[in-house]
Structures are given as C-alpha cells and as structure tokens.
C-alpha cells in the first residue's frame, strides 16, 4: 500500500511540477519524466531543473530494500505497457477459477438436458414412423376393398346380360381378360352416394337381456332345471329438440300360463327439460313411476328379480299419465309426482279413477363418508275400479326408507303400508279370501345390502357380494299368514355390458298363508347391448 500510494503521489507531482530533464544526457525526449515516459504525460518545467518523482521513487526504492520488500520494483521506462500485443490480449482478463467450475457445471447441466431432449425427438420419430406406416397399410386394404367391391357389381351385371354361348369344338373360349371392363375409379364415382336420414343422428338404440338357469330344490318341484329369458328389453332414444326428448321401450317376457313370450311396450313417453325451470322435467305418456324404478337403482339387481313392493303386487313400475320431476339443489335430493291411470302398464284404463303418487328422496349431508345417507319418503293415493258399491274400493300405499350409498357399500331398509280390497290381492295372497269384502291392512319390511369386494383390493373390484330380506304380513288382522324371503350370493362383472349372479333365494311360510315354500339355486346374467 506503501508503494501504490508513492506511486501515484510521484506521478501527480511529475504531472504538475516537473520540467525536461536536461541532465539526462538528451534520452528523454523533452516534456517527458523518466517515471512517466511510458504514458507519454506532458510535463510542466519547473525552477530546480530535476525530477521531483524521480527522486521520491528512489527513495522510496532505498526503504523497501532496507525492509525487505521483494514486491517492490521500479517502473520499466523502456517499453509502454501493453506494447508489441494485440488490442485482444490487451483486453483480456484472467477469469477467476470459481467461475470457470460454475461455468464448466452449467455447460454440463445443459448438455445433459439436450442429450434428453434428442432422445425424446427419437422416440416421437420411431412412433410417427409406425404410425405412419400403420395408415399407408391401412389405405391400401381400404383401396383395395373398394377395388374388389366396384368390381364385384360390374361382374355380376355382365355375367346377367351376356349369357354364355355355345361353343364349336374348334371354337376357343373367351377369357375374362378380353370382356371390357370400366375402371374401378369410374364405377365408384358412377354409383350413387346414400346419405343417412338426419334423425338417426339424434337417435341410439341399446339393449338388456335378463338369462337364467336355475334349479328347484324344494319337494314337490325338485330337479326341475330350466333355462330361460326372464327379460328382454329393446330400448330406443331420441333427442327430438333441445329440450324434448323421446324413449321407446319394449319389452318380451312369459307372462301366461301356456309359456308364450309376449312382447308389450314397457315406456312410450316425451319428457321436456327446463320446465318450468333448469332443475324441472315434464314426463307424458307411458312412464316411470316414482318409486319402483327408483329402488331398483339402489339394488343393481334388477336381473335376480323385482324389488319387494312390486313383487308382492303392491306397486308396478309404469303407468299411462303425466309426471314431474324437480332435481333439489346442490344434489340435496328430489321428488317425483305423477297422475296416472292406476291400472299398471300392461291394463287398459278400466273406469273414471286415478292414482297420484309422490316421493320425496333428501341427501343431508354434503362431505365425508355421510354424504351416502340418504332418506326417501313415498305416498299413493287411488281407488280400483268397478267395486260393487257399497264395498271399500281405496288403494293406498305408503313407504318410509333410509339407507347408505357409497363406492363400495350400498344399504337400504324400507317399511311399506298398505291398504287395498282383500279381492284384489287374492291372486298373490290366498290367504286373504277370510277377509273377502274388507279393507286388508298390509305390513311389510325390506333389507338388501351389496358389499363390492374393491374395498379389499384391487383385484375385487369386479365381485360383489349380495344378500337381502323380506318379511311381509297381507293382513295385519289374520294370523300365521306371514312369509319371509331371503337371497343372498356373490356376482361377477366381466366388463361394462356382462354380469353373472350366482345366488340362493329361499321363502318361507306360515302355516295360514296357503301357499308353498320355495327354495332354489340360479345362476343370473345380465346382458346389455
């Protein structure tokens, strides 16, 4: 620091004080120090005649050598700095080795990156290469099945108006290469292009099947084995306008006691979105009814057979009438109100009556597991037609539920109320001719529960184990008239459109019921389409 802050006091003092060295013997050129020649500063004279920087610098010299100094040293005169190198060595500086490490670990990094990328860009070349030959190879089996179909016509048609000839014994036979032939280009350009109707693109047409083979294991019916189409179901849609849509239904199944399979028509109705407001449906003709078609989508086994109201004929699943159905905010619920004929589906209207049904279904709860709770309310209100008068003729039915929905669990328990003239449930109900002419005050509860092994493992996705029960009583007031129905099994879904079930249903009765036990093995699949 010593000899930085000499240096510049020297060269400061050489600038402003000093003048030509004449002792010099003529070497400096005038107007130039010794010290300062290699800059080229212009001096200024001064009155002693020598070298105030000189002198300091020598000075200076003689104490760095008396302490020891071995980094001092006298500035070269001779040559400017810099002086025989090129302007670029002159401007290049030495970079600190820290930086040239980061440098050389980012030149690294990046060539590290691009190694990836290029492997990346080969990959995608080798896949749009077989792609592109998998289409060139598609192309010409299409090119060629268009040749082969514009040819097949032409041929045909020639054969047709040119019959063959008798030939002479020296007469040769005509080859196919010499009958002219119009190229396959102009044959396809020459027939005519069908265009489908425009409906059939607001239009889908699906399918369910319902196949079984069961045997009897109960005396009296033991080893009787059939199989059989319990169901089939041909299903048609189409969107007639934005909001008005169409659904077609029908329907094949024995129902007679000869065995004929009857085709009916299940649905046949127009259902208007929006009305009056985005979460309303306006639904007329013959349609769903509130409550069968309902628990039949909590079941899932519609397959194995109806669900409990309506297999014990207290309630059917469509009937001829109007129907609205309001959507609850935020998924809290919804109900369903119709007015319908009352007579079912497969009746006629028989008389001036008719049914109103209503359900009310309400979801609390909006996260966690409890957002599968659910709990449903249901009422009907009708009359059956032509009742000698003076006889009850009411038909009532009430239903009150709760159960659990979720991924892989489903739950549901119901009770049913009921109310109806014993004459007409007799044919279900034997028991109920000791109450023929009175009202017959029924009582019955269900429970089903289905468990999808997916809760174990991945692997159980596709099983799930079911099991259900019902207990009803025709007639409060008549005793040992009750039977009970358990089924229970586990099912198989092969994929989206085939399931099997393989289960055990059994009832039993009470001695008053006049009607036999039952007791069966099935093996159940649905089919879709």
């Given at each position: ?6 240096r ?34 212009d ?5 002693s005649?020598?070298c ?32 025989g ?6 401007v ?12 050389k670990?980012i ?12 492997k ?51 007469q ?7 009958s ?18 425009e ?6 047409f ?16 033991r080893d ?50 929006n ?33 409990f109201p309506?297999?014990?004929g ?7 009438g ?6 609850l ?33 309400l ?16 009422g009907?209100q ?18 009150l539920?709760g ?9 549901m ?6 109310s109806?003239p014993?004459?007409?449930l ?5 028991s109920?001719v ?39 009583d025709?007639?409060r ?30 009832v039993?009765v ?11 093995v ?8």
């Amino acid at each position: 620091m010593l000899v930085a802050a000499s240096r510049n006091a020297g060269t400061a003092a050489c600038r402003k004080d000093l003048r030509p060295n004449d002792s010099a013997g003529g070497l400096l050129a005038p107007g130039k120090c010794a010290l300062c020649a290699r800059g080229g500063v212009d001096m200024k004279p001064n009155r002693s005649g020598q070298c105030v920087a000189l002198a300091t610098w020598a000075a200076l010299g003689v104490v760095a050598v008396l302490l020891g100094c071995p980094t001092f040293a006298f500035p070269q005169a001779s040559a400017p700095e810099g002086a025989g190198k090129s302007r670029a060595q002159r401007v290049a500086q030495p970079t600190p080795p820290l930086q040239l490490e980061e440098m050389k670990r980012i030149l690294e990094a990046q060539a590290a990156l691009l190694r990836e990328q290029a492997k990346l860009i080969e990959q995608l070349r080798t896949r749009v290469s077989e792609q592109g030959s998998a289409i060139a190879e598609l192309q010409q089996n299409l090119e060629a099945s268009r040749r082969a179909a514009s040819a097949a016509p032409s041929e045909s048609a020639q054969a047709a108006q040119a019959p063959e000839q008798p030939q002479g014994p020296g007469q040769p036979k005509a080859s196919e290469e010499e009958s002219p032939k119009a190229p396959a280009k102009e044959q396809a350009e020459e027939a005519p292009t069908r265009q489908l109707p425009e409906w059939l693109g607001r239009t889908t047409f699906s399918g369910t099947s319902y196949l079984r083979y069961s045997r009897e294991l109960q005396r009296g019916a033991r080893d009787f084995n059939p199989f059989e189409f319990d169901r089939v179901y041909f299903i048609f849609r189409s969107q007639l306008t934005d909001r008005i849509s169409l659904r077609y239904t029908m329907e094949g199944a024995r129902r007679d006691a000869e065995g004929d399979f009857d085709i009916a028509t299940k649905h046949f109705f127009v259902e208007v979105a929006n009305f009056p407001f985005a979460s309303g449906r306006l639904v007329a003709g013959l349609a769903d009814l509130p409550w069968v078609s309902y628990e039949e989508g909590i079941w899932g086994y519609r397959f194995q057979g109806t669900v409990f109201p309506d297999r014990e004929g207290y309630l059917t699943s469509t009937d001829l009438g109007l129907g609205w159905k309001v959507d609850l905010p935020r998924q809290f619920g919804d109900f369903h109100f119709s007015v319908v004929n009352g007579e079912g589906w497969t009746k006629p209207e028989a008389g001036k009556y008719k049914d109103v049904h209503l359900r009310f279904t309400l979801s609390p709860f909006r996260s966690g597991w409890a957002k599968g709770i659910f709990l449903g309310a249901f009422g009907s209100q009708g009359n059956y037609d032509g009742v000698p008068l003076g006889l009850p003729n009411d038909r009532r039915r009430a239903i009150l539920q709760g159960g659990y929905r979720g991924k892989h669990l489903r739950f549901m328990g119901s009770y049913l109320w009921a109310s109806d003239p014993a004459a007409q449930l007799l044919s279900r109900h034997p028991s109920l001719v000791a109450r023929a002419g009175q009202l017959a005050q029924a009582r019955g509860v269900s429970v089903f529960t289905v468990v999808n092994l997916g809760m174990l493992s991945d692997a159980g996705e596709k099983w799930e184990l079911i099991a259900r029960y019902d207990r009803l009583d025709p007639d409060r007031l008549l005793r040992d008239n009750e039977h009970q129905r358990w089924i229970f099994g586990p099912s198989y879904r092969w994929n989206r459109y085939v399931q099997t079930l393989l289960d055990f249903e059994q009832v039993l009765v009470d001695a008053g019921s006049l009607r036999p036990k039952e007791r069966r093995v099935m093996l159940q699949n649905e089919i879709r389409f």
